[in-house]
């Protein structure tokens, strides 16, 4: 049975609030949702932004970060379906300038895929000002501003050290 696999695309850095709500619509859409991030080469990777590959808010996505072309990208994720699925670009708009900008950028990408379909969600009205380039000017001035716009990693639980499980305290041990 043919699959329909969405593949959300960007540098998410940071992953936002409206990038949520991009992802959040696809997920309804489509079968499976591939986040894949890629490395711009107009942004410096910093490790400044990392990406929230553990937190719930991306729920049954599947995330994959690759190097180089996203038609690349894309054809490999139709290559290694054997052609059974169909694979579509998912864009998010916030505005009319962000469609003029996307239907730049897919011109480009059809010359490279010939076979791209795009599917475009618009955000929730109340993100329309949120942008990774706003967000990131933020949180140089606020970190509890930059904050309310973002989703971070989940920080891993502490794992108890040996005998804490059951009640013995580090000076117990010596």
Do not use: W
Request: net charge negative.
């Amino acid at each position: 049975m043919r699959k329909k696999i969405g593949v959300y695309a960007g540098s998410f850095k940071p992953f936002t609030v409206g990038h949520a709500d991009i992802l959040r619509q696809a997920l309804q859409t489509f079968d499976e949702v591939i986040v894949a991030i890629g490395k711009n080469p107009e942004k410096a990777d910093t490790g400044e932004y990392p990406f929230p590959a553990n937190n719930p808010v991306l729920g049954k996505a599947h995330v994959a970060y690759y190097d180089g072309l996203l038609s690349d990208f894309l054809n490999r994720v139709d290559t290694e379906g054997d052609g059974d699925n169909d694979i579509y670009l998912v864009r998010g708009l916030r505005n009319g300038a962000d469609l003029q900008y996307e239907q730049n950028q897919i011109q480009f990408l059809k010359e490279m895929y010939a076979g791209l379909r795009v599917v475009f969600f618009i955000c929730d009205k109340k993100f329309e000002h949120v942008s990774s380039t706003a967000v990131r000017a933020l949180k140089k001035v606020s970190e509890q501003e930059y904050l309310k716009y973002v989703y971070l990693p989940v920080p891993k639980p502490e794992q108890p050290k040996y005998g804490q499980e059951n009640g013995i305290s580090d000076r117990e041990i010596c």
